[in-house]
């Protein structure tokens, strides 16, 4: 005869079952709002505003289920992922509306949404989980970015090492989020942009940072391609990150150049960001200087020469001109020399 199952068993087998229920339906949320973002289509553009008001109980229900499943790694991963991205979608409508959007938008969105007792319960939940070693990764990399989302105040500047650990451990899919973290950190200066510098020029995966970076700007949109460029630029300014970029990725970012600076000519605000990265370049990375030299001295003279040329644009071709062809002038007779 067989043996009835233990109670404690049986209440076990419940709550798995009722999890694994918890985290499907979750994640068809995700995947409903990672389509509502994609779309133009009015029934989702109406879908966003219902998930994003604070009379709708989805958010609290979140909140609830990360506070109630603490022991649940998976369920409060794909619950931070949800929460993080309604933060987000609500951070961009708003934005739309204000000139200037404060940094801590994202947490003034959270605490509308969640109710301020349960948000500051939260943010210090989720401090826990971001600054922990011992947690899975992935639900750190997510609470990383909810502070985030939250601005300056709650990620603290400290918690830049953390972005290049996980970069370490997690597969290269989470690299684009940990980038964005990077850009953020940059944009906000004083601590932040130190911590974030210093780290990249020491930490081992401080070179994954870089790599990222070029994938963003050969593919990403122009205001994170200028972010992305500006970000590089201070870490090729830092002691030591003349050697940060190796010889190929040099040549790689210069063919980058060759294609984007002819594209933003009638930009003055982009040409400059990207021609006071060359100009860091060719200052600060000997090699620089050494890869098509003339298809890089007659773009300059052809930016000059155009008409209609924007007079900034004008005037940083003369300068990026002059600077490369005496830093180039430098490097040649050591070159022989030391032949």
């Given at each position: ?6 109670l404690?068993h049986v209440?076990?087998?419940d ?6 229920k918890?985290?499907?339906?979750v994640?068809?949320l995700?995947?409903?709002l ?16 219902s ?6 109980p989805?958010f609290?229900t979140?909140?609830?289920?990360f ?7 998976t369920?409060?991963c794909?619950?931070?992922r ?15 509306f ?9 947490f ?11 948000a500051?319960?939260?943010?210090h939940d989720?401090?826990?989980l971001?600054e922990?070693t011992?947690e899975d ?5 997510l609470?990383i970015?909810m ?9 603290k500047?400290?918690l ?11 597969p290269?899919?989470?690299g684009?989020?940990?980038?964005d973290v ?7 200066r004083?601590?932040?942009r130190?911590w ?9 995966a ?5 790599e990222l970076?070029l ?21 090729v300014?830092?002691?030591?990150g003349e050697?940060?970029l190796y010889?190929?990725?040099?040549n790689i970012w210069?063919e ?10 009638e930009?003055?605000e982009?040409?400059a960001v ?5 100009t860091t ?22 930016f ?6 924007a007079?900034?644009?004008r005037t940083k071709s003369?300068e ?9 002038q430098?490097v040649?007779p050591k070159?022989r020399?030391?032949?």
């Open positions: 005869m067989a043996s009835r199952p233990r404690s209440g076990n087998l709550v798995a079952a009722k999890v694994q918890k985290i499907h339906q994640q068809i995700i995947r409903h990672d389509r509502a973002m994609e779309s133009q289509e009015d029934s989702y553009r109406k879908f966003l505003e998930i994003t008001s604070p009379q709708n989805a609290g979140l909140v609830d289920l506070q109630k499943y603490g022991a649940h790694s369920l409060r794909v619950t931070l949800a929460m993080q991205m309604i933060i987000k979608i609500n951070v961009i409508a708003c934005s739309t204000l000139p200037q959007p404060a940094f801590n938008l994202g003034q969105c959270f605490c509308e949404l969640a109710g301020e007792p349960s500051n319960r939260l943010v989720i401090k826990v971001a922990a011992s990764p992935a639900l750190t990399h609470a970015l502070l985030c989302e939250f601005g300056p105040e709650r990620l500047p400290e830049a090492p953390r972005i290049f650990d996980l970069l370490l451990s997690l290269p899919l989470y684009p989020d940990l980038v990077a850009l953020r950190m940059h944009a906000w004083g601590e932040h130190r974030l510098l210093e780290t990249t020029c020491t930490h081992a401080g070179r994954g940072l870089g970076l994938d963003l700007v050969n593919r990403g949109t122009t205001v994170r391609k200028l972010r992305a460029i500006k970000l590089l630029a201070a870490v300014e830092m002691p030591g050697s940060y010889s190929n990725d040099i210069l980058l150049m060759l294609r984007e600076l002819p594209e933003c000519r930009n003055e982009e040409f990207f021609a006071d990265f060359l370049l060719f200052r600060r990375c000997p090699a620089s200087r050494m890869h098509r030299q003339q298809d890089l001295i007659q773009m300059f003279e052809d000059q020469e155009g008409e209609g040329t007079p900034l644009v003369e990026l001109l002059r600077e490369f062809v005496n830093l180039s430098e040649a070159r020399k030391s032949s």
